[in-house]
């Protein structure tokens, strides 16, 4: 059995060593009546050589985006992965470890953090980051739960072009807790309306203002006009960010964000299925014992010698317990290390050149394919590199032509709907395309003359 | 003064000036350049709207070789498993089979995005439903979701099924019972969950105290969360007057999955009457830690409570194809897309390796190995629950401390000398000076005796050289950390100069 | 180590130093030695009411957080803002320079149910 070491004749010995003539001695605490004497109904267990090629036949069965051309994004984005980062991950000594409690022999994850940390607080211009946490997603719940902590309010306004499934996850989370949900403000132009967020903010006690810039169809909301609205009702300013973006984009700490959060995938993070992925979660100063999850700090050694140690530790869940921030006992520490290795690979300007890139081409397609008449543009709203169009036609009819040629043609609000209401109308024809710096011209002048061609 | 083994992590400590990865490189370094752009571009600001980013954000530039330099130069400061044995109790942690990280490598797997129609990832949702199959049968019981990203997710999301249940029979519950043993995340959880925690004290022999459990249920009972084999190492004799008397009142038992890797193929906690259980993929099954994550934590429920998981859920139809689905009375989602895939590949990918028969071997060598080092560790250690213990077993720091001063932190520094983990500390919170070992499976046996002449061999220095022991460790890149500064006055992020 | 006798002192190890009706309020030595080193002390606000037994604030030490406990009931006068920049001054100088509020007093009567320092050493000696 390979992972397992020992011989049967050391197992011999061992059971010698222990007193007993056979292992199931061992198990003899477990009460008859549940013992499992029969085998588990499983596949019988393969050498690796069959392993491989089983795993390389349900790989095989998926085309991904080394067989189509994908303006798929949603939260989930192709772009360049640097071929450092997966030297640098898939180092053992960093894969194999074990989260950093001796911080003796742990110095490589722990420092590695506190850059990652230090990073993620350059791109959003806040004071602090925590160490990560799962997803976009929970980081935005995390973000309101804090928020609620902090300002004893319990309940959030939530604008409705948030990702949809971020807010299906808010609701999940405060259906089972003590979080409730304002009626969410009307969608107008593609954006949250602001005067209707004045008002549900004066209906009174929100406890923060939770948007995404850009929201889930691409546009850059007003976050100017949002921070100031959230502060003057006395709410918490939480903000939902692309990182790539923030490589061109004023970050969001310039309107007087709270807490800022989002979805670390772009970061060199392959997409995976949507999973593992990065949440990244960073405030202001002043909340940092309010925030969740774990966080390294530097400090020295009895010699001087600087050295990084989990810190603050009295938030989390091992020591407070019921009391804790919250009940997460992990970081996605790899997918954190993708980041900062991505971040230090492409530094300053190659963040910008690839966040410049997107917007060029993302804006080159939008045009190409408004000038086919197949598409019309719903809104006015500025957008990055992922905007929303109205198909003339059915789109799950498109959707199916394109893929039998090769694309992946954006995604489909109506699906999206099916799942969780999105606000706005006409969402039936509405689809969502992202453009990453790897889309090429020669690849979008195919697609658009495809498409038109319907 | 110490001899150094030579796999002791930093054998050649880097005792040097070490920097941040900002120090390195210089503004001209460059790594990773955007393409050139084959579209053109204009009026940026105009294009978004007057949001132009006026300052750049001060991230590192470097060089492809300072970049690699750096991260390896980190690495070597880093102990893994790879480099030596983790006898942490409760945390499994075994060997990272090289298979899975190529397969979860594979573009047919890391290429894939989750909004590509289902007929383009057939493979994936297969994988998916073949790992949900193999964790139900493997628990006993038939609902599961792999959406959890981890553990403590897992309990949330159990807890958060359990309310929905009672919600859906008009029986809304306002307590969840948990044992003083309990792992600090299974509070914290019920917190989070809109419980309120209540605790019961376990008995002398570190079970579950029956009676008092008895005592504590009653009709605003939620559900009884339970870690079984316990979090001393042994398997609750009582467990199935346990379920029986929680189901009684109408609540929920609820098992705490960690220490599955005991029983694998040897007892199904639905068969011990558990309506609910999360498993710990890096734990069990094999999926590496990351330094600290990614995990998973998919959760097993009852047939009755299946109908609340989360979904959206892999689904196999009837024509052999694989499709993605919601339960009918789902609790909605708790979390993006479908789970943390990349670790659901490794975590298939070890199942089919060890099939049912290997999964059994892992838990029968778990418990051997953990039984193994008990008989080699009790005469030098106070071990308080001194029956045959399953894959981990508790011994207690308290002789050291009260004869020599020494505490259990100090014996656990002490280790990290002679190239080894130290095992977990300080937990459970029910043993003073607590120590808890676990082997797992695959260390081969000179490790055990290694590990095994190593705690002897600083059982003996305690004795002799108590001073010696309590300022370890001395060969490890840094050695013990002002932690308390760092908490008083947190530097928790690099800072430009001017900043 | 004999707690100082100057002072009376609660089973949830903190002390109180009566001047009139003004009650000033710390840890004790022996508190401290078990939390080990503090490093964040949350207290409560100038004008905060609280009646005996209620929970004043948190301490904690890197690895735990312990709650504080008003041992009479009154009204906060002041707060010892010193220890947000060193904490550590509680295991340093518990008795003096570590102390944390000031109470004007609702009921000086409440100090007799408290213990004197000999009842206290006993206390922490058999507990």
Known sequence: MRYIPVTCEQREAMLRAVGVSTIDELFSMIPESVRFDSALDLPDGLSEIELDALLRSLAGENEGAADLVSFLGAGCYDHYIPSVVDSVVSKPEFFTAYTPYQPEVSQGTLQAIYEYQSMICQLTGMDVSNASMYDGATAFVEAALMAARITKRHTMLCASTVHPEWQNTLATYADAGTLEIAEFPQVTGGVVNLADVEARLSAGDIGALLVQSPNFFGNFEDLAALGKLAHDAGALFVVAVNPILLGIVEPPSAYGADIVVGEGQPLGNAASYGGPGLGFFACAEKFVRQMPGRVVGRTTDVDGAMAFVLTLSTREQHIRREKATSNICSNHALNALTACVYMAAVGPHGLEGIARAALAKAHYLRDALLATGKFVAPWDAHFGYEFTLAYNGDVAEMHDAMLARGFLAGVSVADVEAEWPTGVADAENLVVFAVTEKRTKEEMDAFVEEVASL | ?499 | MAHPNDRVYSKEHEWVVADGDIATIGISSFAQDQLGEVVYVDLPSEGDSLSAGDSFGEIESVKSVSELFAPVSGEVVEVNSALSDSPETVNSDPHGDGWMIKLRMEDAGELSALLSAEDYDAFITEG
């Open chain 2, 1 to 499: 003064m110490t001899e150094k083994l030579a796999n002791t992590p930093g054998a050649a400590p880097v005792r040097g000036p070490r920097n941040l990865i900002f120090e390195a490189g210089a503004p001209e370094s460059r790594c990773v350049e955007a393409p050139a752009l084959d579209v053109p571009l204009t009026a940026v600001d105009d294009l978004l709207g007057g949001r132009a980013r006026t300052t750049a954000p001060a991230l590192p530039s470097v060089t492809e070789i300072d970049i690699m330099r750096h991260y390896s130069h980190l690495a070597s400061m880093n102990f893994g498993v790879d480099s030596g044995m983790y006898p942490l109790g409760s945390c499994t942690m075994k060997y990272n089979p090289r298979v899975n990280e190529l397969a979860c490598r594979l573009p047919g797997f890391a290429g894939i995005h989750p909004y590509q129609p289902e007929e383009t990832v057939q493979g994936a949702l297969e994988l998916m439903v073949g790992l949900a199959d193999a964790l139900a049968e493997i628990s006993g019981l038939p609902g599961v979701t792999l959406q959890p990203a981890a553990g403590a997710h897992g309990e949330l999301t159990a807890l958060m099924v359990i309310r929905a249940a009672h919600t859906a029979r008009g029986d809304a519950r306002k307590k969840v019972i948990i044992p003083d043993t309990a792992h600090g995340t299974n509070p914290a959880s019920v917190t989070m969950c809109g419980y309120e925690t209540v605790t019961i004290l376990s008995d002398e022999k570190g079970q579950v105290d029956v009676e008092a459990l008895k005592a504590a249920l009653d009709e605003d009972v939620a559900a009884f969360m339970l870690t079984n084999p316990n979090t001393v190492g042994l398997f609750d004799e009582n467990i199935v007057e346990i379920t029986e008397a929680v189901h009684a009142v109408g609540a929920y038992a609820y098992c705490d999955g960690a220490n599955l890797n005991a029983i694998l193929g040897k007892a199904r906690p639905g068969d011990m009457g558990f309506d609910a259980m999360h498993i710990n993929l890096h734990k069990t099954f094999s999926t590496p830690h990351g330094g600290g994550g990614p995990g998973a934590g998919p959760i097993c429920v009852s047939e009755e409570l299946a109908g609340f998981l989360p979904g959206p859920l892999p689904v196999e139809f009837e024509d052999g194809s694989f499709g993605l689905g919601w339960p009918e009375h789902t609790i909605g989602r708790v979390r993006s897309f479908y789970g943390n895939f990349g670790v659901i590949v490794r975590a298939f990918a070890y199942v089919r390796a060890l099939g049912g028969e290997g999964l059994k071997e892992v838990a029968e060598q778990a418990v051997l190995s953990a039984n193994y080092l008990k008989c080699k560790l009790e005469g030098a250690f106070d071990v308080p629950y001194g029956r045959t213990c399953m894959h981990e077993f508790v011994m207690s720091g308290s002789r050291q401390k009260r004869e020599h001063g020494v505490r259990t932190l100090d014996m656990a520094k002490r280790l990290l000398d002679y190239g080894f983990h130290p095992p977990t500390i300080y937990f459970p919170l029910l043993v003073e000076e607590a120590m808890m070992i676990e082997p797992t499976e695959t260390e081969p046996l000179a490790a055990l005796d290694a590990f095994a002449e190593v705690m002897l061999t600083i059982a003996d220095e305690v004795a002799r050289d108590p001073e010696l022991v309590k300022a370890a460790p001395y060969t490890t890149p840094v050695r013990r950390l002002d932690e308390a500064g760092a908490a008083r006055n947190p530097d928790l992020r690099w800072k430009p100069a001017g900043e």
